[in-house]
């Protein structure tokens, strides 16, 4: 497979090149400021409010990101929302609720810019009582299992937090604009040839209740929604294999 290896190597210093960081957000007030504080000051932090009735998107200007106001509901349309108004090379995504350290991005776009992989995901590792419930944790390793017999991918989680460039993700044409928007990115750059690799990072107990994987129920809703995900037909990457 081709990859985007030759997309853009020779970037050794992630913190200088142009990154946008795309944090999908409902009612994370309380989370904001520890999490806009650890994105690397040369960086755009872009946080997506997804109908926050808190002043979420208030608390985020003032502390100087980009805030772009989705009132269509669901993780994917706030997600992709950010993409579109991204423009940097390389595009990150990353929860907005403090269970997850921005700060730890920078290897992961070293890692795409190096051309060692195409899209990097963050394994979560629970660190502390209640960072992972266990329901949550069922539904993403039966998710990890359908990747695999759908992809061949051997993942172990299909954690929020992930890096790749900006213009290939376009390219993959993103449609899902609820809780399978993750999947689809990775089951669409599995299908386009790109090399998927994984990288653990520290999972703390959020700041709030999840909208998605809060409960039993929520979380095999959202395992019921992704199977159809799971079911689409291989979706040609534009020019061919890869994400170049």
């Not at 997309?7 to 200088?16: H, I, K, L, R």
């Not at 904001?32 to 009735?53: F, K, M, Q």
């Not at 061949?152 to 044409?173: I, S, T, V």
């Amino acid at each position: 497979m081709s990859g985007s290896g030759g997309y853009g190597e020779g970037v050794t210093d992630p913190t200088t090149t142009t990154v946008d960081v795309v944090l999908p957000c409902l009612d994370e007030a309380r989370a904001l400021p520890w999490v806009l504080e650890r994105i690397p000051p040369t960086w755009r932090a872009i946080v997506v409010d997804n109908g926050s009735r808190d002043g979420s998107g208030a608390v985020a200007s003032a502390l100087g990101a980009t805030v772009v106001y989705q009132p269509e509901r669901g993780f994917g349309a706030a997600c992709h929302a950010g993409l579109l108004a991204a423009e940097a090379e390389f595009v990150c995504f990353c929860d907005c609720d403090a269970s997850l350290d921005p700060g730890l991005l920078p290897s992961f776009v070293q890692e795409v810019a190096d051309g060692r992989t195409d899209l990097v995901l963050g394994r979560r590792r629970p660190q502390g009582r209640g960072a992972w419930p266990v329901h949550a944790r069922a539904g993403n390793l039966a998710l990890s299992r359908m990747v695999r017999r759908r992809t061949g991918l051997r993942l172990h989680d299909l954690g929020p937090m992930r890096a790749c460039w900006r213009e290939p993700l376009l390219g993959l044409g993103l449609t899902d604009r609820r809780s399978g928007y993750p999947l689809q990115m990775v089951v669409r750059a599995a299908d386009a040839g790109w090399r998927v690799s994984e990288v653990d990072v520290p999972h703390r107990p959020r700041a709030g209740k999840s909208k998605v994987t809060g409960t039993w129920r929520g979380t095999w809703q959202a395992v019921h929604d992704m199977r159809s995900v799971l079911s689409e037909l291989p979706v040609p990457a534009p020019g061919g294999a890869g994400a170049r």
